[in-house]
């Protein structure tokens, strides 16, 4: 499991229109510069999910070869019956086919949750695969490996969509950090507390472990660097990629408290070196808070909406 979290080392200039993330077991991650658009070449995909490649492109090519309307496809397969699966006009570093993130996606919850393996235990590596995705969803994920950020930091952003479509997606993982796995990561340090009679100062203790991992700092010296309320909520105020990290490690923590026994600040260290082995702890810079931000963008959008008498594709029930 230690390769499969690693986290990948990126390729800037792959090419002139692809970044290139790879983990330490040949698993390949890319991403279009210019768009976003993600995608795993097929011996990626076969190894981040435990697979030979043979057995990956021979389901890509049955999924292809289906006719969309009348298949026996498993329901994660049948969505993409008939179609490409592929990023159109790019190509991995042999030439082939790159597998598209939502096709990739399909096929770690088949190897997870479906396919029959040869022998005991041959689908662990999809089922942590699949942990790993479904909470962020496939293409942040990838982005995460990759590289690729949006421009969503500029002070006066060039389109006001884009900058719509890069609140959405940081205002979506600050919700899953808030909601899920900072929640499930005090559930696992709650249970923990209760079995070995410790002082309620654990939970603090592990949110702090949080701070100094990723930052060095604690929650109130950030806060003070940063001229923050003290009773502000300091991830309401990171970019998308520090949430994500944040994400990531209180659920990898919660696995280490609630299947090994770990003590929950020593769970955040090895989820630490797990995900990222080489990381060094520095500020994360803060931006405008993002519920302010979503107010902001559904107000302008809305008078967008008005002044122009048309529907603009901006969905206001973020």
Not at 201 to 219: E, V
Not at 286 to 294: C, G, L, P, R
Not at 301 to 316: E, F, T, Y
């Amino acid at each position: 499991m230690g390769q499969l979290l690693k986290k990948s080392g990126n390729e800037q200039n792959f090419s002139k229109d692809l970044l290139r993330g790879v983990d330490q077991d040949g698993a390949e991650y890319f991403t279009v510069k210019t768009t976003g658009e993600s995608g795993m070449s097929h011996r990626g995909l076969a190894r981040f999910v435990g697979k030979v490649q043979e057995s990956v492109s021979k389901l890509i090519k049955k999924v292809r070869a289906s006719d969309p309307n009348n298949n026996n496809l498993l329901p994660c397969l049948q969505p993409f019956a008939g179609m490409r699966l592929t990023l159109a006009g790019y190509s991995d570093g042999q030439g082939r086919d790159i597998v598209e993130d939502g096709f990739c996606a399909a096929v770690v919850e088949y190897y997870a949750k479906w396919s029959k393996p040869r022998q005991p235990g041959g689908n662990v590596k999809a089922q942590q695969a699949l942990r790993l995705i479904q909470h962020l969803g496939m293409r942040v994920f990838i982005h995460q490996k990759t590289g690729w950020k949006t421009n969503s930091g500029s002070p006066i952003p060039n389109d006001f969509e884009q900058e719509f479509a890069a609140h959405k997606q940081r205002f979506t993982v600050r919700q899953i950090l808030k909601l899920e796995d900072h929640r499930e990561l005090m559930s696992a340090v709650q249970r923990w507390q209760q079995k070995h009679s410790a002082s309620r100062r654990i939970f603090a203790d592990t949110n702090d472990a949080l701070n100094k991992c990723l930052q060095g700092l604690k929650a109130r010296e950030i806060k003070r660097q940063n001229q923050l309320s003290q009773h502000a909520a300091i991830r309401d105020y990171y970019d998308t990629r520090p949430l994500i990290e944040y994400s990531v490690l209180s659920k990898l923590a919660a696995n280490q408290i609630r299947y090994h026994d770990v003590h929950p600040v020593e769970a955040v260290d090895k989820a630490l070196d797990l995900y990222m082995p080489t990381h060094k702890a520095e500020p994360i810079p803060v931006i405008e808070n993002v519920n302010k931000a979503d107010k902001r963008l559904k107000a302008e959008a809305k008078q967008r909406r008005l002044a122009a008498g048309i529907q603009l594709s901006l969905p206001l029930n973020i």
